[in-house]
């Protein structure tokens, strides 16, 4: 390896013996680069004009160069849940074949490229690039400063989705994908995973077989469908967090009844409370006099403050159905139960509460029949323990140790 220095920073680059970055035309590499290099001396040294001086010795307020050279097109990403191809037609799949996969032979370079576009309506003017082996992608900028603001931004893209129809699981911070455009239409991901070995051709032969069977297919004019439809519930809410939404169906789905119960009963609280501004107390004086009988009463009592008579005026005003209405009280004392004597709500208790969410979200956003409504709880089958089972081996194991 050869060390050159980058006379604006102070940075050491490294190459191979016989790589010339002087001529190698690679963007990525300062033009300011040299190989007569100066070793820093400590860490109290900063770059000053091109050498290390003592940081006491630097004029006042000063801050260390950054290079002049741009990151090129650096992307936060999410991978679609089940392993997911996007299609542009009927007819745009890749074929591969069973030969293919055992061989390794496919050209794995043709997963990442992208399929299509999802608008942001952000201050750039960049769109998100979806690829054609389900990674979402959203531009490293301004507006999306940070791995925090990253994530936000694409659990709402997939909360969108969801709102729209289509199966979307949350994304947390650990799982957030770093990477960047590559070659004008590529998504390369720096950030070890599944897709990243399918794309390198590094995967073992059982992941590979993904390929041939991938879990899920969406045609790009499904998830354009979706998503707009999703995103427009999502504008007509002001105090809306996607993330408990996408975590709370997430969990549905996986069976951790726990976290399901916790996380949905978070976006009932945010919509109940969108409803009772926007639906009750701004009509308040066009109700019956039964309606304003019951506000009275329970603002004698110092009680509007609290859920179940928001939820209950909400249903004297006929704003919820008595289904709707019913279901939220037993789902509150199951939640009371959960948050203050650790009782674990059952798999029937949240889907019976998802099963009232877009009503919620309906009325609220005044959108009809969301598409939401397709998606159903308990998707991952509750697995049981074998009929017969033998632990001799177990138990000798344990013996030994």
Partial sequence: MKNYQDTETGGIWA???????????????????????????????????????KQEDAPPGYTPPISSVPSYNPAWMVHMRPY??????????LVITLEQINSNSYDGSKLAEVVTTLPLNNTTGLSALVSYDGTIAIP???????????VRKLNEILCSILLGGIHAEVLHAEELIIGALLEKTKLANYTPSLHASLRSNWAGPNDRLLLLMPSRVLMV???????????????????????????????????NNSDALSNLWIVVEQLTEH??????MKHRSSFPDFVTKAYSEFKRTNSLGRISTKHELLYLSNVLSAECHEVLNIVRGERNDLAHRGIVPSSKLIEDLWSVLPELLEVCSGIESI???????????????????????????????
């Avoid at 490293?140 to 990253?150: A, H, I, L, M, N």
């Avoid at 998606?375 to 140790?401: C, I, K, Q, S």
């Fill in 15 to 53: 190459f191979e013996g016989d790589y010339d970055p002087f001529s190698a035309g690679n963007r990525n590499i300062p033009k300011t680069l040299t190989a007569l290099v100066q070793p820093k001396p400590d860490e109290s040294h900063v770059w000053y004009q091109g050498r290390w001086i």
């Fill in 84 to 93: 997911t191809a996007v299609h542009r037609g009927a007819t745009s799949g």
């Fill in 140 to 150: 490293q900028c301004t507006d999306y400063p940070s791995k925090v603001e990253g």
């Fill in 221 to 255: 004019e499904e998830l354009h469908s979706a998503y707009t439809e999703g995103h427009k519930v999502l504008q007509t809410l002001d105090n809306f967090t996607p993330f408990f939404l996408l975590s709370g169906y997430t969990s549905m789905v996986y069976r």
């Fill in 275 to 280: 409803l009772w501004v926007t639906k009750y």
């Fill in 371 to 401: 598409g939401l409504r397709r998606l159903y709880g308990g998707v991952v089958e509750n697995w049981g323990v074998p009929h017969r089972t033998n632990f001799d081996e177990w138990m000798e194991l344990a013996g030994r140790l």
